[in-house]
């Protein structure tokens, strides 16, 4: 089993930048694949960007250039950089692991999830 714990979501305006991170802790050997999804109040929890342990990552289209996701194998960490925020990047935004090969952009292929941290972005 893995525990993962996001942080460093809040609220910002509109062009505003903010680090999200997710602390791992347990079977932590298993998180060959992790990624971050959102989910908008009345929509359906969608993915935004994966990364495995190479450092191989996909992106959605509507955050390329703007969202850059990383991971710290060492410190059992992943970040995702948000910059050039938009009111519609608003959502509760969660960190997910997953040790198998399959489409990490999809929140279904997902094993482990963290609770969720919070951004809001105002025009």
């Known amino acids: 089993v893995v525990h993962l714990v996001e942080s460093g979501g809040g609220s910002v305006q509109a062009g505003g930048s903010l680090r999200l991170s997710c602390a791992a802790s347990?079977?932590?050997?298993?998180?060959?694949?992790m990624g971050w999804l959102r989910q908008a109040p009345g929509k359906s929890r969608e993915g935004v960007a994966s990364?495995?342990?190479?450092?191989?990552?996909r992106t959605i289209d509507s955050v390329k250039g703007r969202f850059t996701i990383s991971r710290d194998n060492a410190k059992n960490t992943l970040y995702l950089q948000m910059n050039s925020l938009k009111p519609e990047d608003t959502a509760m935004y969660y960190c997910?692991?997953?040790?198998?090969?399959?489409?990490?952009?999809?929140?279904?292929?997902?094993?482990?999830w963290g609770q969720g941290t919070q951004v809001t972005v105002s025009s």
């Open positions: 347990g079977s932590t050997v298993n998180m060959n694949y």
């Open positions: 990364i495995d342990t190479i450092g191989r990552t």
């Open positions: 997910a692991a997953d040790p198998y090969s399959r489409d990490h952009l999809l929140p279904t292929s997902y094993s482990w």
